[in-house]
């Protein structure tokens, strides 16, 4: 009779188990194929970082704020040597080269203490991006898509080329007539 109870309890004993990796499998085995979007690095702002330039120098949060048709923007971002000695960061945009000094262990912030650096010629509306190449050395560097903003949002509106014109909204009235 003990040898029943023995093996009727260890027949009890598996099941349990046997349940209970199931339900730990059922619960959290989506964990174990799918990717955590979590574990992403990605920068939590408007703009992009780009850490291959070359060089010592990398860029934080960089994006442009363009004029309403895109023709001319202003390039905002921080510029960051990490570098023991003094360097330059070359930028290649549209046809146009750009260049900022950036002291040795410090940072320059476009459109924060420094003017943003204004590109001509521009012809990328709101909403694209452009490419940019960063260069801050001889090493090898790799192109980036910069994104181009507008002066829509209240924080951005005194970075636009030649100032910030609202697009016109129609008014009630006129929306009360067109709706009839």
Do not use: W
């Not at 960051?80 to 750009?98: C, F, H, K, R």
């Not at 994104?147 to 009360?176: H, K, M, N």
């Amino acid at each position: 009779m003990n040898s029943r109870l023995a093996a009727s309890a260890s027949r009890r004993l598996v099941a349990v188990a046997a349940l209970g990796v199931a339900v730990a499998l059922g619960t959290t085995g989506c964990t174990f194929i799918t990717h955590q979007a979590t574990t992403n690095e990605y920068p939590a702002s408007d703009g992009v970082n780009i850490d291959s330039t070359g060089g010592p120098v990398v860029v934080r949060n960089a994006f442009v704020i363009a004029s309403s048709d895109g023709s001319t923007g202003n390039l905002v971002g921080a510029l960051v040597n990490e570098g023991t000695e003094s360097a330059t960061l070359t930028i290649d945009v549209e046809g146009q080269q750009l260049r900022v000094r950036v002291p040795a262990g410090e940072s320059v912030s476009l459109g924060g203490d420094e003017e943003p650096l204004q590109i001509d010629a521009l012809d990328v509306q709101p909403g694209a991006t452009v490419e940019m190449l960063f260069t801050s050395a001889d090493g090898e560097a790799e192109p980036a898509q910069v994104p181009v903003l507008d002066g829509a949002l209240p924080y951005y509106r005194d970075l636009v080329p030649g100032g910030f014109t609202p697009v016109p909204q129609p008014s009630e009235e006129e929306t009360t007539e067109s709706s009839h």
